[in-house]
């Protein structure tokens, strides 16, 4: 992992190190309460249909978000925090798909769930095809297929911004080696070339960057890529990302983050899978940097050799 470290020009006082101490001990106890942008589910644990609390207005557009709620739907609790039907179906829907109990509910559970940090791309569309029987070993497969490259398109030129506030190459390094990953099961190889000449655009971005979908800053979305053809892929530049085998409580697997995230860039939606790279949700503290079965099925759905 690369440091930075701010330059000092002379001996700092003894009043300036006790200030820094204050920042550093206030910092601390921020970062162990719930992230920031989803600080609306603090609370919310228990809440059922029917009652009335804060940040049920934030969960709503969670959920419409990724695709469980109808942004033009007709209830009458659209604006306002009262735990309606259609809120208790959309949780349902939810749970379903993360295969937890169908309770209706905020149990433990779920909530813990939607605390945790993952792709901005949406889980569910109606266009998806969202389960698949393999039938050499008769099991149901999880994963999603939107769309394939043209068959004139099997080399994928890419760029990556490498400047004092973008990638290092270590974090390029590692968006490489899972590039590789992807190409030892499929048709797809990659070749880096000039910005004009890239097919594929991956960078750093914060907040609102022009695309529709905004990052959230640390928690919450920490990355999302666009299905073929857009070529565009994001990292969410407020987290603290990582490249080594040691990963950190409050850190973030680059690596493991780029497999998922090249997934979506070449067609394939989010399976329903936990062990799949193409799960939707991520970990801090956690590597995931092989591909599963799952994932090996859908992309060969898609790119049949």
Not at 54 to 81: A, C, P
Request: proline share 4%.
């Amino acid at each position: 992992m690369e440091i930075k470290i701010m330059k000092a020009s002379k001996v700092a006082s003894p009043y300036n190190l006790l200030f820094f101490a204050v920042l550093i001990i206030c910092y601390a106890d921020s970062s162990n309460s719930l992230s920031s942008p989803l600080k609306f589910l603090k609370g919310l644990n228990g809440t059922q249909k029917g009652d009335r609390a804060n940040g049920l207005i934030e969960l709503r557009k969670y959920l419409q978000h990724f695709g469980y709620m109808d942004v033009r739907g007709d209830s009458m609790h659209r604006d306002d925090d009262f735990f309606d039907e259609t809120l208790e179906s959309a949780i349902k829907e939810y749970q379903n798909y993360y295969s937890l109990n169908t309770t209706g509910f905020l149990d433990e559970e779920t909530v813990a769930l939607l605390s945790k940090p993952r792709c901005g791309i949406p889980d569910r569309k109606t266009t998806l095809v969202s389960e698949h029987i393999d039938h050499l070993s008769n099991m149901s497969a999880r994963y999603q297929v939107i769309r394939a490259w043209p068959p004139n398109m099997r080399t994928l030129t890419f760029f990556s911004y490498m400047d004092e506030d973008d990638f290092s190459l270590l974090e390029s390094n590692a968006i490489a080696i899972a590039m590789g990953t992807w190409a030892d099961v499929c048709p797809i190889k990659f070749r880096y070339s000039g910005f004009s000449n890239a097919r594929i655009r991956i960078r750093f971005k914060r907040w609102e960057h022009g695309d529709g979908l905004p990052f959230d800053g640390q928690g919450g979305i920490v990355a999302h890529a666009f299905y073929p053809t857009s070529g565009e892929l994001h990292f969410d530049e407020d987290e603290n990302w990582v490249t080594s085998r040691m990963v950190k409580p409050d850190e973030l697997d680059m690596q493991s983050v780029a497999l998922h995230e090249l997934g979506h860039m070449l067609g394939l939606g989010h399976s329903q899978n936990a062990e799949a790279v193409m799960f939707s949700i991520f970990d801090y503290g956690y590597i995931k940097r092989d591909l599963g079965r799952d994932d090996i099925l859908g992309i060969r759905a898609l790119y049949p050799s």
